[in-house]
């Protein structure tokens, strides 16, 4: 089958590579539609020479092609996506309930040590519907299945916040899972979501998804009057910081209320400088959010289900595998586009 093959920093070639071979406890996936996702990114951009070699593609959707005979409840033809992270299920964090800080979860995961879906055929290993596998809702497109994982991530973002209802909330970035946490902060009854960024693209994807959008190129002084249009005097409860530029932390600080709280859920390249005085004077507190836990995926394809969370005004290109080193391209550029799709129709 052909794959995209990540062959370092700016390379994705889609050569020939082997069939998936299952197991009877797994699925093989006809791919249909699969994001490129920040964290695929950040390692296409930066040339990280441990994933040479790597078919990447965590956000996927497809048609099950095969199923092993130990996998119940699922047939072939059925329209699925799924949870890309194994947890070992063994070491201390999954012993202990994190399993989505599993030791190991890198080395045994789909597009992490095993391969991802940037490629004609996946294999879902060990799979269980409700578990690692689940049914897209009929409503649902495979590209909106492909946004579960993604929607996921900005599930347990705001899980992290516990966002009080009626108060309003911040989204520092409108990326992909910046506009997913305003969604998840909305559906929580969060509100007003005021989003921040620089890119206009995005900032009306924002709006149309039920969010106030403010420009970030004014700065922090630009933020703060464009939030006394919105709010007045009221005050921001929760901040998420989805942007991933380091020199955005101590705004979030600066913005959020006493006592709010701050959740960083981006991979940042540079060292943070923040006033550690202004978070112990003003209690806030400043949480980090990684992955996903199958409840958090659970409740991301609930969203969908339910149409409380909208994914097509979020997906602006779709290319086919043939063209995934340029879906990369387009995804880098953030003034040009808030989600690409890779896409086998
Ligand atoms: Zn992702
Ligand atoms: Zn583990």
Request: with cysteine.
């Amino acid at each position: 089958m052909r794959a995209g093959v990540y062959r370092g920093a700016g390379r994705m070639p889609v050569e020939e590579v082997p069939e998936p071979v299952a197991g009877p406890r797994d699925i093989i996936l006809d791919v249909r539609a699969c994001g490129v996702c920040g964290v695929d990114l950040h390692a296409f951009n930066a040339g990280d020479d441990t994933l040479l070699g790597q078919i990447m593609g965590h956000e996927f959707s497809g048609a099950a092609l095969y199923v092993g005979r130990e996998v119940d409840g699922i047939a072939v033809g059925d329209r699925l996506t799924g949870l890309p992270i194994q947890p070992c299920g063994r070491c201390r964090r999954c012993l202990g309930g994190a399993v989505h800080l599993c030791e190991v979860w890198a080395t045994r995961s789909i597009a992490f040590g095993l391969p991802g879906a940037f490629a004609e055929r996946l294999r879902i290993p060990d799979a269980v519907l409700g578990g690692n596998v689940h049914r897209l809702p009929d409503h649902a497109a495979f590209t909106d299945g492909a946004m579960v994982e993604p929607t996921a991530v900005a599930v347990h973002a705001v899980a992290q916040a516990q966002p009080p209802v009626g108060e309003p909330a911040v989204v520092l970035g409108l990326g992909p899972i910046g506009i997913q946490a305003g969604q998840v902060l909305l559906a929580a009854g969060a509100g007003p979501v005021i989003g921040v960024d620089l890119s206009p693209l995005r900032r009306e994807a924002g709006a149309r998804l039920g969010m106030i959008t403010i420009d970030g190129a004014g700065g922090l002084d630009g933020i703060r009057a464009g939030l006394h249009a919105a709010i007045g005097e009221r005050e921001v409860a929760v901040v998420i910081e989805a942007s991933g530029d380091a020199r955005l932390v101590p705004q979030a600080i600066e913005l959020v209320r006493p006592r709010g709280t701050v959740v960083l859920v981006a991979l940042y390249r540079r060292l943070s400088e923040f006033d550690a005085m202004a978070a112990v004077q003003r209690e806030v507190t400043l949480r980090g959010s990684v992955n996903v836990t199958p409840p958090d995926f659970r409740e991301a394809i609930t969203l969908l289900d339910q149409r409380r969370v909208r994914m097509p005004p979020l997906i602006t290109h779709r290319l086919p595998l043939a063209e995934v080193e340029q879906a990369f391209r387009l995804q880098a550029d953030a003034a040009s586009s808030v989600k690409v799709m890779v896409t086998q129709d």
